[in-house]
Every structure is written in structure tokens, then in C-alpha cells.
């Protein structure tokens, strides 16, 4: 190589590497770089979630006020409801801390369409509960009663709210696409409408009807 070729290729070595630098530097300016990953639930999934984690412990309530004292069968049924729920509750709590989301919703049922709701309820449910929820009155009812009266009270409560729980979950399956959400919300809705036909049958056995 002459020494004229020599001192050119250098040169365009000099280029090369000034340009890649300056490549470098101006990228930022020039084609923006997207450091937000993408969000890890969607509103209708941290909504769902919010309203289901709230509607769960109340489940978890109503097993606790119930008479200590009453038949095994429904015991054992009330046990099974309360540690499905609780698994279910630590899942959800996971889920919202991993998207930066708070556990309680401040506009309770709104990621939830009017066509989907159960009879009798808007978004605010009757008197600002979810479907299928207990008053205040009811669990206290549920926290006096003994006996006979303990078993169908909280069977009636406890039917109920696997009806609201259900259609919640049923909403969310339809307007979740995919995931480990959209996966819960059908487990949800096989586990409680198969504890509800059970409770359905323990009601029957008790000559009681479901509450409205």
C-alpha cells in the first residue's frame, strides 16, 4: 500500500468511527427510544381483581361468624370455601403489588358492563355493595344465630354470594382475552357454581328457600 492509500484509508477509518459516534449520541433525538414496559394488567383485569379480592373477604366473614357449633357437613363445606378463598385473595393481592395497583377499587363495579350485571344492581350495587354481598345487618344476624338457624342463614348468605361472584367472574372471562386472569376468573366460576349446587342442595334439606 502506498503511502497516499495508507494515509486515505486512515482517514476513512477516522470517518467511519466519528460517524458511529455521532450515530450514537443522536439516536436518542432521532428515533426515540421506548424504556416504558408494557403494563402488566389491563383496568378491567386490576378491577376485577380490586372488586373480587373485597368480595372474597367477605366470604372469609361470613365463615367466621358462623355458630362454631353447627352440623360438620356445613363446617367442613364453610372450611373448603374459606381456604379456595384465601389462596384465591394472596393470588390477587400478587397480582395488583407486580402492577403498582391499589388492593381496594375507588369506583367499586365500573370495569363491569350494565348488560352484565345481576338483577337489581347497578354499579354502585344495592346500597353501594357488589353483587351477592351481605349487609351489615346480615353478618351481624349470622354473627347471633345458633343452631339450625346459624346453618340455613349462612347457606342463604353464602348461595347468594356465589351467584354475584360467579357473574363477576363470568364478565371478566368475556372481556379478558387471555392470561392468568381470564384463567382464574373460569376457575372461579367452576369452583363456586359447583359450591353452589351443593349449598342449593343443603338449603333443600333444611326446607328453606334462597334469598332474593
Given at each position: 500500500m502506498t503511502p497516499a492509500r495508507g494515509l486515505?484509508?486512515?482517514?476513512l477509518g477516522a470517518l467511519a468511527l466519528l460517524l458511529v459516534g455521532?450515530?450514537?449520541?443522536?439516536?436518542p433525538a432521532i428515533i426515540?427510544?421506548?424504556?416504558?414496559?408494557?403494563?402488566v394488567l389491563d383496568a378491567v383485569e386490576i378491577g376485577f381483581i380490586q372488586d373480587?379480592?373485597?368480595?372474597?373477604?367477605?366470604?372469609?366473614?361470613?365463615?367466621q361468624r358462623l355458630d362454631a357449633a353447627v352440623d360438620p357437613t356445613i363446617t367442613q363445606l364453610a372450611r373448603q370455601i374459606e381456604d379456595t378463598q384465601r389462596t384465591e385473595i394472596g393470588t390477587m393481592l400478587g397480582w395488583?403489588?407486580?402492577?403498582?395497583?391499589?388492593?381496594?377499587n375507588p369506583h367499586p363495579m365500573s370495569w363491569m358492563p350494565d348488560a352484565d350485571m345481576?338483577?337489581?344492581?347497578?354499579?354502585?350495587?344495592?346500597?353501594?355493595?357488589?353483587?351477592?354481598?351481605?349487609?351489615m345487618a346480615e353478618l351481624d344476624a349470622l354473627s347471633a344465630a345458633r343452631g339450625t338457624a346459624a346453618e340455613t342463614l349462612f347457606i342463604?348468605?353464602?348461595?347468594?354470594?356465589h351467584a354475584g361472584g360467579v357473574a363477576m367472574a363470568k364478565s371478566a372471562d368475556a372481556l379478558v382475552a387471555s392470561g392468568p386472569v381470564k384463567e382464574t376468573a373460569r376457575s372461579m366460576i367452576t369452583g363456586q357454581s359447583q359450591e353452589a349446587g351443593v349449598l342449593t342442595l343443603?338449603?333443600?334439606?333444611?326446607?328453606?328457600?334462597?334469598l332474593s
Open positions: 486515505r484509508a486512515a482517514a455521532a450515530g450514537v449520541l443522536l439516536r426515540p427510544e421506548n424504556h416504558s414496559a408494557p403494563a373480587m379480592t373485597a368480595h372474597h373477604q367477605q366470604a372469609l366473614f361470613m365463615v395488583l403489588r407486580l402492577a403498582n395497583a391499589s388492593p381496594t345481576p338483577a337489581g344492581h347497578d354499579h354502585s350495587g344495592a346500597g353501594g355493595l357488589m353483587p351477592g354481598m351481605a349487609t342463604q348468605l353464602m348461595l347468594r354470594h343443603l338449603l333443600a334439606q333444611r326446607n328453606a328457600q334462597p
